[in-house]
C-alpha cells in the first residue's frame, strides 16, 4: 500500500444541537463525531467500528455531505469537500458513493431496477442515449450478478441479499472512486452476508474502489479492510493496520471489543473481558478520557485530560494514556 | 392497461361504465338531445315522464332530459376544474412545505387560516367578491379543497422525505427538483389520487349547492344544482324535477369514489402484481 492518499479527514465535528426553552436556543451539543482525523489511500479498505450510537454512520454521512457539518475538513482528490455548495457539490457526488444498510428502505418501491440503477447516470450522464444508458445499466447488473431480465422488476420481487446487489450497482454504475458502506450486510440473512461482502471485494479489484466500511462486526471487518479504526462515543480510539490491530490491539476498549467476538471454537480458553456498564449518554460524556468509567486500568489522568492519538509505531495510533 | 381487475370488482366496473357514459354523454350532448335544454314550451310545463319528454318538463315547459344531459357538461367541467385547481396547487404547496422547511410556517398557517372558515361560507365570500361565472366558482370551491390536499401532502411530504431511498438519491447526485418529482410525488400517488376523487365528488356537491344558493354558476345555464334549484318548490307536485338532476348527483359522485378505489390499487405496484396475480 504505498500510493496515495485519496480521502483524508482533518478534525470532523458534527454536534448536533439539544433545543429547548420557548426560543428555542441550543442548550447543549451532542458530540457526535467530535474531532475524528484518518485518512485513506487509494485502493484501500478503511474499517470504522464502533458500538451503536458512537457516531460511525454519522461520520460517513458527514464525509458524504449528506448532513451538515459542524467543523473540519474532508480533502478528497485535492479539494475540500465541506466547502462544495449546490451544483457543484451534485456534481461531485459522482465519484463518492453510498451504499445503504437497509436494502428494503432505500430503494423506491415504485421504481423498476432498470430506473433505481440507471437514476444516477441519468444526473451526472444526462446527454447518454437511452441505448447506451440501457447498455451500462445492464453491464452494471451484470457485474454484481444480476441479468437482464430482472431490469423490470419491481424491488420487493427480490430477496435481501438481491436487494442489497441492486443497491451496489447504482453505487458503481458511475465509476467512483470512493464507496462509503453504512453496515451494509447487517440487515441481512448470515448466509447471505458472506456472498455480498465477497462481492464487495470482487468490485474493489475490479473498479479499483476505495471503501470506507462502517460495520459493528468485527469479523466482517477483518474479513475485508485494510485498516481499522475504532471509534468511541465520537472519538477515534485506536487505528491501525488490521495485521497489527487484530494481532496486538493496544487500547483497553478495543480488548473488550474484540473479546467480544464470537469464538467459533469451543475448546479454545478464552479470556473473558466483559465491559461494566452501559455506553454513557454522549450528551454529557465523562471528562477526560470518554472510556474512564468503564475501563479497568482508569488512572487518575485518565479523568481529566483528553486522551491524543499516539504512534505506536507500523503507524499504529491509540489515544490512550496508558504507555 | 391491464383492465382485468375490473372483472374482479363488478361494482367498481358499474361505476367506469357510468362515467365513460356521462363523458360520452356530456361529449355529444348536442347530439342526443331531442330538445334544446333552454327552450321554453309553457303548454307542455309539468309534464311528467313520458314521450315525448323521457324525464317529464318543469315549470317552464323545457325538456328535463335535456337539461340533465347539459347539466353533466356543467357538472364535469366544473368537478375536473375543482380537482385540477385544488390538485395541482396542493401538491405544490403541500410538498414545497414539507421539504423547504423555511417556508413551512407561512404556507401552513395560511392553510390553516382557510380551513378555519366553513367551506361553503369560504365559497359564498369568495363568489361574492369575484362574481358568478365557472371560472369564479371553481376557483372559490377548489379553494377549500386545496388547503385539505396541501394537508395530506404535506404530512406526506415529512414521511417521505426521511425515507433512506430518498438519502440514497441525494447521495447519488439527483437534482432536489428531481427527488421531487421522481420519488416524492410518485410516492404520494395513491393517497392523491383518493384525495382528488374525493375533491371531484364533493365539490359536485359543493358546486349545486352554490347554484342551489343562487351563487353558482347563471341559472340560465343548465347545471343539476341549478335543476334542483329551481325544482324544490315543486317537489311534491312533480318530483321529476328533483329526481332525476338528484340521482344523477348521486351516481356520479358514487362512480367516481369506486373508481378512485381501483386507482389507488393499479397504481401500487406491490398490490397490482397482487391482485392480478402476475
Redesign the interface.
Known amino acids: 500500500m504505498n500510493s496515495q492518499t485519496l480521502v483524508e479527514v482533518r478534525n470532523l465535528k458534527k454536534y448536533f444541537p439539544v433545543r429547548s426553552g420557548i426560543l428555542q436556543r441550543a442548550k447543549h451539543w451532542i458530540k457526535a463525531v467530535d474531532n475524528v482525523t484518518f485518512s485513506i489511500k487509494e485502493g484501500e479498505t478503511l474499517g470504522l467500528v464502533g458500538e451503536s450510537g458512537c457516531g460511525k454512520s454519522t461520520t460517513g454521512r458527514a464525509i458524504l455531505r449528506l448532513l451538515p457539518v459542524t467543523g473540519g475538513e474532508v480533502i478528497f482528490q485535492g479539494k475540500d469537500l465541506l466547502t462544495l455548495k449546490g451544483e457543484s457539490l451534485r456534481k461531485a457526488r459522482k465519484e463518492f458513493q453510498m451504499i445503504f444498510q437497509d436494502p428494503y428502505a432505500s430503494l423506491d418501491p415504485r421504481m423498476t431496477v432498470a430506473q433505481i440503477v440507471g437514476e444516477p447516470l441519468k444526473a451526472h450522464e444526462p446527454e447518454l442515449s437511452a441505448a447506451d444508458r440501457d447498455a451500462r445499466i445492464i453491464e452494471t447488473m451484470e457485474a454484481v450478478g444480476l441479468n437482464a431480465s430482472h431490469l423490470r422488476r419491481f424491488p420487493f420481487e427480490f430477496s435481501g441479499g438481491q436487494r442489497q446487489r441492486i443497491g451496489i450497482a447504482r453505487t458503481l454504475i458511475l465509476k467512483p472512486s470512493l464507496i462509503v458502506a453504512d453496515e451494509p450486510v447487517s440487515a441481512l440473512d448470515v448466509s447471505v452476508q458472506a456472498q455480498v461482502i465477497n462481492l464487495l471485494i470482487q468490485m474493489r479489484e475490479r473498479f479499483r474502489l476505495t471503501y470506507l466500511f462502517i460495520s459493528h462486526d468485527l469479523s466482517v471487518v477483518k474479513h475485508i479492510c485494510d485498516r481499522v479504526a475504532v471509534m468511541y462515543l465520537g472519538r477515534i480510539v485506536e487505528i491501525g493496520e488490521k495485521r497489527e490491530f487484530f494481532k496486538t490491539p493496544l487500547h483497553p476498549y478495543t480488548h473488550a471489543l474484540l473479546a467480544s467476538v464470537p469464538e467459533p471454537d469451543p475448546f479454545r480458553k478464552k479470556e473473558r473481558n466483559i465491559l461494566p456498564g452501559d455506553i454513557p449518554t454522549p450528551l454529557n460524556p465523562p471528562p477526560g478520557c470518554h472510556f474512564h468509567p468503564r475501563c479497568s486500568k482508569a488512572m487518575e489522568v485518565c479523568r481529566k485530560d483528553i486522551p491524543v492519538l499516539r504512534d505506536h509505531g507500523n503507524s499504529h495510533y491509540v489515544a490512550c494514556h496508558l504507555p | 392497461m391491464n383492465l382485468r381487475i375490473l372483472y374482479k370488482r363488478k361494482i367498481a366496473l358499474a361505476g367506469f361504465i357510468f362515467i365513460a357514459l356521462l363523458l360520452i354523454v356530456a361529449a355529444c350532448a348536442p347530439l342526443i338531445v331531442p330538445f334544446s335544454p333552454l327552450d321554453l314550451n309553457p303548454a307542455d310545463k309539468l309534464k311528467a315522464p313520458g314521450v315525448p319528454y323521457l324525464f317529464g318538463t318543469d315549470n317552464f315547459g323545457r325538456d328535463i332530459f335535456s337539461r340533465v344531459v347539459y347539466g353533466a357538461r356543467t357538472s364535469l367541467i366544473g368537478g375536473t376544474g375543482v380537482v385540477l385547481f385544488a390538485t395541482i396547487l396542493g401538491v405544490l404547496m403541500g410538498a414545497m412545505a414539507g421539504y423547504f422547511r423555511r417556508i413551512e410556517p407561512w404556507l401552513m398557517r395560511l392553510t390553516d387560516v382557510m380551513m378555519a372558515f366553513p367551506p361553503l361560507l369560504l365559497a359564498l365570500v369568495l363568489v361574492s367578491i369575484l362574481g358568478r361565472g365557472m371560472l369564479n366558482v371553481v376557483i372559490a370551491v377548489g379553494i377549500t379543497y386545496l388547503t385539505r390536499t396541501a394537508r395530506v401532502v404535506y404530512a406526506l411530504t415529512l414521511k417521505i422525505r426521511e425515507?433512506?431511498?430518498i438519502?440514497?438519491?441525494?447521495?447519488?447526485?439527483?437534482?432536489e427538483s428531481?427527488i421531487i418529482l421522481?420519488?416524492v410525488i410518485?410516492?404520494m400517488?395513491s393517497p392523491i389520487i383518493v384525495q382528488a376523487t374525493f375533491t371531484f365528488a364533493f365539490s359536485l356537491l359543493d358546486l349545486a349547492a352554490l347554484d342551489f344558493l343562487g351563487l353558482g354558476i347563471p341559472p340560465a345555464v343548465p347545471s343539476w344544482g341549478n335543476m334542483l334549484s329551481e325544482g324544490r318548490i315543486y317537489l311534491t307536485r312533480a318530483p321529476w324535477l328533483l329526481i332525476f338532476p338528484g340521482a344523477c348527483i348521486v351516481l356520479t359522485v358514487l362512480s367516481f369514489n369506486l373508481a378512485g378505489d381501483v386507482l389507488r390499487d393499479r397504481l401500487d405496484?406491490?398490490l397490482r402484481?397482487n391482485i392480478e396475480g402476475v
Open positions: 425515507e433512506p431511498y438519502e440514497a438519491a441525494t447521495a447519488s447526485g439527483v437534482r428531481m421522481r420519488h410518485p410516492n400517488l405496484p406491490q402484481r
